[in-house]
């Protein structure tokens, strides 16, 4: 990161649970502003962009204006933005925020599917339901640190009881006091 910043920002996608965006652009130019950053090669861009608004659900409002989106639709448009480089790391933070159902459904399939693909994917979530279904690796941050890092299965062995991730994180993130 230090010796080659800009090749090494291209490897890298940012989700962030507040879609960093535009207002004044459409989804459609939006796309075409990141394939610019991102110095991606004409050739193609246009369908690479029709497969990405296609992907999320976003072709038919393509070319209204950003600030007419929902919340739902713009961190949509984030995702698109972020797969249009074909980043090999994607930090997404919240992802699920103003998503409906079948959104996150879909955006949850499209990164495990990624993953297996090769992309690697941190996710920064408070949905731990959806990080047991989805996560091959699990860290728990408690009071701005790293407290435990495993797979599903090794963290909730550390509950030494049966139970779902998030009754696992409640046992191990429980202050003196607390029930």
């Known amino acids: 990161l230090q010796r080659e910043p800009l090749a090494a920002r291209a490897l890298l996608g940012y ?4 879609p960093l965006l535009y207002e004044k652009l459409t989804g459609r130019e939006m ?11 004409e050739a193609g861009l246009g369908e690479r ?23 739902g639709m713009r961190q949509k448009l984030s995702f698109a933005a972020n797969f249009l480089h074909e980043p090999r790391v994607l930090v997404v933070d919240e992802p699920w925020v103003g998503l409906d159902p079948r959104s996150v459904r879909k955006v949850r399939d499209d990164l495990k599917r990624c993953t297996r ?3 690697t994917v941190f996710l920064s979530t408070h949905s ?11 860290g728990i941050i408690h009071r ?19 139970g779902t991730l998030e009754d696992v994180f409640l046992d191990l993130t429980r202050e003196d006091g607390e029930p």
């Open 128 to 138: 731990l339901s959806l990080v047991e279904q989805m996560a091959d690796r699990v």
């Open 15 to 18: 989700v962030p649970d507040r």
């Open 144 to 162: 701005g640190r790293l407290r435990h890092l495993g797979s599903v299965e090794e963290i909730k062995a550390l509950a030494q009881r049966p």
């Open 31 to 41: 796309l075409l502003f990141v394939a610019g950053l991102y110095r991606l090669p």
């Open 49 to 71: 962009i029709e497969e990405e608004l296609e992907r999320f659900d976003l072709a038919a409002v393509a070319d209204r204006r950003v600030e007419e989106y929902s919340h």
């Open 117 to 119: 693909d090769g992309l």
